[in-house]
Every structure is written in structure tokens, then in C-alpha cells.
């Protein structure tokens, strides 16, 4: 089970506006900051948004982060068939020690 | 451009030992903390192992007293002892380096290394 909860799957078209959300506790996500990182079959993870809501240079603006609270959340508007790929959050957890990850979303691209 | 090359993985017995490296190029390697993130096949990430700048090394309760990571600067490279491996440990493993001393920003990581444990 992983520390910070993600559902398993998220869907849209083209034409919308994907949600994929991040529900931690205050010893994780409430008190630290929030990444985003995008995986495709295969390959290593890739950091996609960094302190909550920071794109790295090349990360296209549809993607964006926010964080509320012990939850965040990675916003995709307009998803293309090449965003498909799993999607996984992580934060520092002040009890653990260590960073924490999310179990991953799998998004589809209708 | 910064690199990180895993090497070391393959099959190990149960209760058995492997050793990973990870070549680092392309940046000050002594500058920044480096880590061990693995994955069960059909899984999610999981933290393994922490050195930073200055040695220390940090470990989550599943691995504590079984895996040793150090480094060498002068080599670039850092390093993952594994011992008494466990079926449960089959991952690949990545290293990956963070930045800003934030030990969840991740912002570079090595393409993976297959490690297998079973008799």
C-alpha cells in the first residue's frame, strides 16, 4: 500500500480537461512539497512538475500542478494520445523519513 | 548532459547478495544527494536508499539492516549493497539523483536495472 493515495485510472478526450489527484496527511503533503513525475511502459520515471506546481524546461503547459491542503493535484487540458502513461505523485514524509510515493494513475486518452 | 548508468543487477538466490552501481556524468556528483528507487513489475515506486552530500545514508523499514549505500566521489559512482535478499525485493532498480535538498525532487534518474530474486 502506498503512502499517498492515487487512483488506479483517469480518462478524457482531447477536449477536456483530465484531474488526476493526490491525497496524503499532514506529515507528507501538508507540510512539504508536492511532485509529479510521468512514466511510459519501459522507461524510467520523468519529472513532470516540481514544488507544487513548477514545470522543468520542455514540459508542455497543459500540465499543471496545484496543491491544497494534504492534497494536490496534476491538471492535463486538452490530453494528446502521446500523454498516455502513468502518472505518479510524491512528497517528503516527516514521520517516515524518507519520500513517498503515490501508486500511480493510468491515463487514457479517449 | 547529466547520465546515470545502473550496472550490477541480475539473479540472485534468496538470502543472497548483489551489489548495483550507478556511474554518474555530467554534473558535480559530490554536490548532490543520490538515491535508490525501485519497482515491482506491475507496481509503484518505492523509495530504497539515501546518501547525501556528506555520507549519510538514510533507509526505509523495509530494507534497514539488509541494503548498504555509499558513494565515491572520486569515481563518481555510488553504490547499493544488497544482502539477504528476499523474493519481495525483484524490482528494477533506478538510481536518481535529487536536488535542493528535498529528497522528493527527483529530477534526473538512470534507466533501470533488473534484479531478480529467486531460486
Known amino acids: 500500500q502506498s503512502v499517498l493515495s492515487q487512483a488506479p485510472s483517469a480518462s478524457g478526450t482531447p477536449g477536456q480537461r483530465v484531474i488526476i489527484s493526490c491525497s496524503g496527511s499532514?506529515?507528507?503533503?501538508?507540510?512539504?512539497?508536492v511532485y509529479w513525475y510521468q512514466q511510459f511502459p519501459g522507461t524510467a520515471p520523468k519529472l513532470l512538475i516540481y514544488?507544487?506546481?513548477e514545470r522543468p524546461s520542455g514540459v508542455p503547459d497543459r500540465f499543471s500542478g496545484s496543491k491544497s491542503g494534504t492534497s494536490a493535484s496534476l491538471a492535463i487540458s486538452g490530453p494528446r494520445s502521446e500523454d498516455e502513461a502513468d502518472y505518479y505523485c510524491?512528497?517528503?514524509?516527516?514521520?517516515?523519513?524518507?519520500?513517498?510515493f503515490g501508486g500511480g494513475t493510468n491515463l487514457i486518452v479517449l | 548532459e547529466v547520465q546515470l548508468v545502473e550496472s550490477g543487477g541480475g539473479l540472485a538466490q534468496p538470502g543472497g547478495s548483489l551489489r548495483l552501481s550507478c556511474a554518474a556524468s555530467?554534473?558535480?556528483?559530490?554536490?548532490?544527494?543520490m538515491h535508490w528507487v525501485r519497482q515491482a513489475t506491475g507496481r509503484g515506486l518505492e523509495w530504497v536508499s539515501s546518501?547525501?552530500?556528506?555520507?549519510?545514508?538514510y533507509y526505509p523499514g523495509s530494507v534497514k539492516g539488509r541494503f548498504t549505500v555509499s558513494r565515491d566521489n572520486a569515481r563518481n559512482s555510488f553504490y547499493l549493497q544488497m544482502n539477504s535478499l528476499r523474493a519481495a525485493d525483484t524490482a528494477i532498480y533506478y538510481c536518481?539523483?535529487?536536488?535542493?535538498?528535498?529528497?522528493?525532487?527527483?529530477?534526473?534518474w538512470g534507466q533501470g536495472i533488473l534484479v531478480t530474486v529467486s531460486s
Open positions: 555530467g554534473f558535480t556528483f559530490s554536490s548532490y544527494d
Open positions: 510524491a512528497s517528503w514524509d516527516d514521520s517516515l523519513r524518507g519520500p513517498v
Open positions: 499532514s506529515s507528507n503533503i501538508g507540510r512539504n512539497y
Open positions: 536518481a539523483r535529487t536536488s535542493y535538498g528535498d529528497y522528493a525532487y527527483f529530477d534526473y
Open positions: 514544488r507544487n506546481n
Open positions: 546518501v547525501g552530500i556528506a555520507g549519510d545514508t
